[in-house]
Protein backbone atom coordinates (compact mmCIF):
# COMPACT_ATOMS: atom_id res chain seq x y z
CA UNK A 1 0.00 0.00 0.00
CA UNK A 2 0.81 3.45 -1.10
CA UNK A 3 0.72 6.55 0.24
CA UNK A 4 1.32 9.89 -1.17
CA UNK A 5 4.64 11.65 -0.16
CA UNK A 6 4.53 13.13 3.01
CA UNK A 7 7.93 15.03 2.32
CA UNK A 8 7.18 18.36 1.94
CA UNK A 9 4.57 18.00 5.07
CA UNK A 10 7.34 16.30 7.23
CA UNK A 11 10.12 18.14 5.73
CA UNK A 12 8.72 21.77 7.36
CA UNK A 13 8.35 20.05 10.79
CA UNK A 14 12.21 18.72 11.48
CA UNK A 15 11.95 15.30 9.36
CA UNK A 16 13.32 14.63 6.70
CA UNK A 17 13.95 11.30 4.35
CA UNK A 18 17.21 10.42 2.56
CA UNK A 19 14.85 10.75 -0.74
CA UNK A 20 14.80 14.37 -2.24
CA UNK A 21 12.70 16.57 -0.28
CA UNK A 22 10.98 18.00 -3.50
CA UNK A 23 10.52 21.42 -1.56
CA UNK A 24 12.97 24.36 -3.03
CA UNK A 25 14.17 26.76 -0.20
CA UNK A 26 13.52 30.22 -0.97
CA UNK A 27 15.91 31.54 2.07
CA UNK A 28 19.31 31.95 1.75
CA UNK A 29 21.66 28.86 2.88
CA UNK A 30 23.62 28.42 5.75
CA UNK A 31 26.36 26.24 4.35
CA UNK A 32 27.21 24.27 7.44
CA UNK A 33 28.83 21.95 5.76
CA UNK A 34 31.72 24.58 5.66
CA UNK A 35 32.01 24.38 9.38
CA UNK A 36 30.66 21.29 10.59
CA UNK A 37 31.61 18.01 12.28
CA UNK A 38 29.70 14.86 11.69
CA UNK A 39 29.83 12.43 14.18
CA UNK A 40 28.19 9.02 14.06
CA UNK A 41 26.49 7.40 17.09
CA UNK A 42 27.58 4.48 19.14
CA UNK A 43 24.83 1.53 18.10
CA UNK A 44 23.98 0.92 22.13
CA UNK A 45 23.55 5.18 22.63
CA UNK A 46 20.50 6.21 25.13
CA UNK A 47 17.43 7.55 23.14
CA UNK A 48 17.52 11.34 23.05
CA UNK A 49 13.62 13.07 24.03
CA UNK A 50 12.80 15.76 21.45
CA UNK A 51 10.69 18.84 22.90
CA UNK A 52 8.46 20.44 20.56
CA UNK A 53 9.69 23.44 18.91
CA UNK A 54 7.73 25.59 20.92
CA UNK A 55 6.23 25.68 24.36
CA UNK A 56 3.94 25.22 25.91
CA UNK A 57 2.83 23.39 22.94
CA UNK A 58 -0.10 20.69 22.37
CA UNK A 59 2.42 18.12 21.09
CA UNK A 60 4.52 15.80 23.57
CA UNK A 61 8.14 15.33 23.67
CA UNK A 62 9.24 11.99 21.52
CA UNK A 63 11.60 10.02 22.24
CA UNK A 64 14.55 9.00 19.18
CA UNK A 65 17.09 6.15 18.29
CA UNK A 66 20.20 9.06 17.84
CA UNK A 67 21.75 8.18 14.86
CA UNK A 68 24.33 10.88 14.38
CA UNK A 69 25.04 14.86 15.22
CA UNK A 70 26.44 17.85 13.46
CA UNK A 71 28.49 20.05 15.45
CA UNK A 72 28.87 23.36 13.71
CA UNK A 73 30.47 26.55 15.48
CA UNK A 74 27.38 27.91 16.38
CA UNK A 75 24.99 25.11 16.99
CA UNK A 76 24.47 21.28 17.63
CA UNK A 77 22.20 19.44 15.56
CA UNK A 78 20.75 15.74 16.95
CA UNK A 79 19.25 13.44 14.20
CA UNK A 80 17.27 10.25 14.55
CA UNK A 81 14.38 7.68 14.31
CA UNK A 82 11.43 7.74 16.98
CA UNK A 83 11.87 4.65 18.95
CA UNK A 84 7.97 4.27 18.94
CA UNK A 85 6.32 3.62 15.12
CA UNK A 86 5.79 6.07 13.34
CA UNK A 87 2.33 6.29 11.77
CA UNK A 88 0.16 8.78 9.83
CA UNK A 89 -3.80 9.14 9.91
CA UNK A 90 -4.89 9.05 6.23
CA UNK A 91 -8.02 9.02 3.63
CA UNK A 92 -8.37 7.81 -0.10
CA UNK A 93 -8.47 10.20 -2.56
CA UNK A 94 -10.37 8.92 -5.83
CA UNK A 95 -9.41 11.48 -8.07
CA UNK A 96 -5.65 11.01 -7.12
CA UNK A 97 -6.74 7.20 -6.82
CA UNK A 98 -4.29 7.68 -3.52
CA UNK A 99 -3.85 7.77 0.55
CA UNK A 100 -3.92 11.24 1.23
CA UNK A 101 -2.28 11.94 5.03
CA UNK A 102 -3.96 14.26 7.20
CA UNK A 103 -2.15 17.71 8.22
CA UNK A 104 -1.71 19.29 11.48
CA UNK A 105 -3.41 22.29 10.09
CA UNK A 106 -6.58 20.70 8.24
CA UNK A 107 -9.37 22.18 10.70
CA UNK A 108 -10.57 18.04 11.46
CA UNK A 109 -7.08 17.35 12.56
CA UNK A 110 -7.75 17.35 16.24
CA UNK A 111 -11.01 15.49 16.50
CA UNK A 112 -10.01 12.78 13.73
CA UNK A 113 -7.00 12.30 16.05
CA UNK A 114 -9.15 12.23 19.11
CA UNK A 115 -11.42 9.75 17.54
CA UNK A 116 -8.50 7.38 15.87
CA UNK A 117 -7.20 7.27 19.42
CA UNK A 118 -10.48 6.19 21.01
CA UNK A 119 -11.00 3.18 18.66
CA UNK A 120 -6.59 2.18 19.05
CA UNK A 121 -7.89 2.10 22.54
CA UNK A 122 -11.16 -0.22 21.79
CA UNK A 123 -9.40 -2.39 19.32
CA UNK A 124 -6.28 -3.11 21.45
CA UNK A 125 -7.00 -2.06 25.01
CA UNK A 126 -3.62 -0.83 27.01
CA UNK A 127 -1.37 -2.71 24.46
CA UNK A 128 -1.10 -0.34 22.03
CA UNK A 129 -1.85 4.09 22.33
CA UNK A 130 -1.71 7.24 19.48
CA UNK A 131 0.38 9.41 21.17
CA UNK A 132 0.13 13.12 19.51
CA UNK A 133 4.08 13.30 19.35
CA UNK A 134 5.78 16.14 18.09
CA UNK A 135 7.53 15.68 14.78
CA UNK A 136 4.76 13.20 13.81
CA UNK A 137 2.25 10.60 15.42
CA UNK A 138 3.35 7.50 17.34
CA UNK A 139 1.79 4.66 18.58
CA UNK A 140 3.55 3.46 21.98
CA UNK A 141 3.23 -0.67 22.23
CA UNK A 142 4.04 -3.22 20.30
CA UNK A 143 1.98 -4.98 17.70
CA UNK A 144 2.68 -7.42 14.81
CA UNK A 145 1.97 -6.15 11.86
CA UNK A 146 0.91 -8.27 9.25
CA UNK A 147 3.06 -8.53 5.86
CA UNK A 148 0.92 -9.43 2.98
CA UNK A 149 3.52 -10.98 -0.16
CA UNK A 150 1.16 -10.25 -2.95
CA UNK A 151 0.58 -6.54 -2.09
CA UNK A 152 4.68 -6.70 -1.30
CA UNK A 153 5.15 -7.83 -4.95
CA UNK A 154 2.69 -5.26 -6.71
CA UNK A 155 4.09 -2.42 -4.27
CA UNK A 156 7.50 -2.65 -6.23
CA UNK A 157 5.37 -0.90 -9.68
CA UNK A 158 4.70 1.86 -7.09
CA UNK A 159 5.54 5.15 -8.20
CA UNK A 160 9.12 6.98 -6.77
CA UNK A 161 6.99 10.13 -5.09
CA UNK A 162 4.37 8.03 -3.00
CA UNK A 163 5.58 6.48 0.63
CA UNK A 164 5.08 2.67 1.69
CA UNK A 165 2.93 2.28 4.37
CA UNK A 166 1.22 -0.84 5.79
CA UNK A 167 -2.48 -0.92 7.49
CA UNK A 168 -3.56 -0.81 10.95
CA UNK A 169 -7.38 0.21 10.72
CA UNK A 170 -9.82 2.04 9.45
CA UNK A 171 -12.69 3.87 10.59
CA UNK A 172 -15.66 6.20 9.78
CA UNK A 173 -15.85 9.71 11.11
CA UNK A 174 -18.25 12.44 9.91
CA UNK A 175 -18.87 11.18 6.67
CA UNK A 176 -15.36 9.90 5.41
CA UNK A 177 -13.59 6.94 6.31
CA UNK A 178 -10.05 7.27 7.75
CA UNK A 179 -6.66 4.89 7.47
CA UNK A 180 -4.34 4.35 10.35
CA UNK A 181 -1.24 3.53 9.03
CA UNK A 182 2.37 2.89 9.37
CA UNK A 183 5.17 4.11 7.20
CA UNK A 184 8.00 1.87 6.88
CA UNK A 185 10.32 3.61 5.81
CA UNK A 186 12.11 5.34 8.35
CA UNK A 187 11.71 8.72 9.58
CA UNK A 188 14.53 10.74 10.16
CA UNK A 189 14.21 14.05 12.81
CA UNK A 190 16.38 16.69 13.42
CA UNK A 191 16.76 18.91 16.67
CA UNK A 192 18.41 21.72 17.88
CA UNK A 193 20.30 21.52 21.31
CA UNK A 194 19.90 24.35 23.71
CA UNK A 195 22.17 26.13 25.78
CA UNK A 196 20.49 23.91 29.01
CA UNK A 197 21.41 20.51 26.87
CA UNK A 198 17.75 19.93 25.83
CA UNK A 199 16.92 19.47 22.10
CA UNK A 200 14.33 20.61 20.53
CA UNK A 201 12.94 19.34 17.40
CA UNK A 202 13.83 21.86 14.18
CA UNK A 203 10.08 23.64 13.19
CA UNK A 204 9.29 25.51 10.03
CA UNK A 205 11.23 28.07 8.67
CA UNK A 206 14.21 26.32 9.12
CA UNK A 207 14.44 24.49 5.67
CA UNK A 208 17.83 25.75 4.72
CA UNK A 209 18.87 24.08 7.70
CA UNK A 210 17.11 20.60 6.75
CA UNK A 211 18.57 20.85 2.99
CA UNK A 212 21.93 21.68 4.29
CA UNK A 213 22.01 18.60 6.59
CA UNK A 214 20.74 16.13 4.10
CA UNK A 215 23.79 17.00 1.95
CA UNK A 216 26.20 16.65 4.66
CA UNK A 217 24.13 13.03 4.99
CA UNK A 218 24.62 11.96 1.22
CA UNK A 219 28.52 13.43 1.16
CA UNK A 220 28.71 10.90 4.70
CA UNK A 221 27.40 8.07 2.44
CA UNK A 222 24.63 7.54 5.27
Given amino acids: ????????????????????????????????????????????????????????????????????????????FHIGTPCDNSISICYFDNSLDSLIPLEEKDVEFDS???????????????????????????????????????EDENDKDGEDDEEEVEMLLAFEYDGREYNVVRMVDPVMLVGEEGEGGEVRLIGEGREDVLEEIEKIFVEEGM
Fill in 1 to 76: MHLKSLLPLLFLSGVFSFSPFGVPSTRHSVTLSIKSKLNKSPDDASPIPFLPTTSPSPLLPIDIYPSCTITTSSST
Fill in 112 to 150: VVSVASKVIEEEFGEDLQLVRSCGVLTLCGEIDWEEDEE
